[in-house]
């Protein structure tokens, strides 16, 4: 009873810092330093209740303390009233959420005009469609994830780290793996005898969106406004 | 005038010494340091354990304390601070430079020149 009212008394104190475990362990200390000195009143002659409060108003204001740890947690963005930042994969995932919604409507709008001029010339036929439907079935699906991705999730840490490499190489792999698909359903379907267009497609899809994302990038558009993220993203732009 | 506490203002700039003084004679933990302090200044000073803590966690940077866990007594665990060489030094240089003062501030305020 007295023990969880000095424990109340002193998490109060520290309301509003983060339990670091260095909070934690100054913590423990003044709860046993007042569990001690109430024993002693105690052993005194005082009544407990005589002796917690005795105990508590000799300890005095813990402020000037508490304010010490709230100062070393600000200056290391740690309090948990300081504005928590969005992580780099947040970032990461807005960039590549409107890189992907760039390059798709280029790369749409592509095949619309080759689609076009392909059924005018009588060169396009049969399944081609399904495969383009396949195709914008595949773009929707990478929106969806990038979108996702791109959503806020709070996070007290920074990593700061802008991980390009793996989303590159993702790109790479999905565009390989949805030409090369493309291409075996025209094969297997002898649609027309351009097969090879989605590898045409794929080609021309990569650059566009490596393109976008290094103008992105450059623009600093979808990055924190931070000196030593900068210094990264020069790295590799 | 004389019954009145010593000011705490007269005290706060030598804390670090006190705290290093005590734990030159021995490990010591927070409340046992509080203790020692008001059974030497026989209860006319009061080292709040907030004060204590603020100086050691300036101690324990510079090197001069180390702490570590210990036992206490019956389910207690205690935070033990034990005094480092560096630490020692410092409380020496600290003792030398409060003796020169001492001399210094006892002709100041008296407004004599020391005898002898």
Known sequence: MIVEAIRYYVKGAFQGVKETPQ?????????ADISAKVEDLVSEGKTREEALGA???????LSALVDEFRAEQEALNLNADAPLVPTVEVYSGSLEFHTAAITTGVVAFLMLMCTAVGAATDTIRGFVGVVLLALLAAAVWWLRETYIRSVPRWSEVET????????VLKSIGLAAGLAFGAVFLNVIFQSNDFWFWPLWVAATALPIRLMVEWFAIRQGWFLVQDAALTKEVDQFA | ??????????????IDTIVLGLLNTGDRYGYDICKRVSALSDGEYELKEPTLY????????????????GEAGPGARRKYYTITEKGRAAYRQNLDDWKRARTLIDRLVSGTEEEG
């Open chain 2, 1 to 14: 005038m004389s019954d009145a506490p010593i000011s705490s203002d007269l005290i706060r700039g030598h």
């Open chain 1, 160 to 167: 700061r780290v802008l991980v390009q490499g793996g989303r």
């Open chain 1, 23 to 31: 909070v934690l362990e100054q913590q423990e200390e003044l709860i």
């Open chain 1, 55 to 61: 105990a508590i108003a000799s300890m005095g204001e």
């Open chain 2, 54 to 69: 603020s100086a050691v966690r300036r101690l324990e940077p510079q090197g001069f304390v180390r702490s570590y866990w």
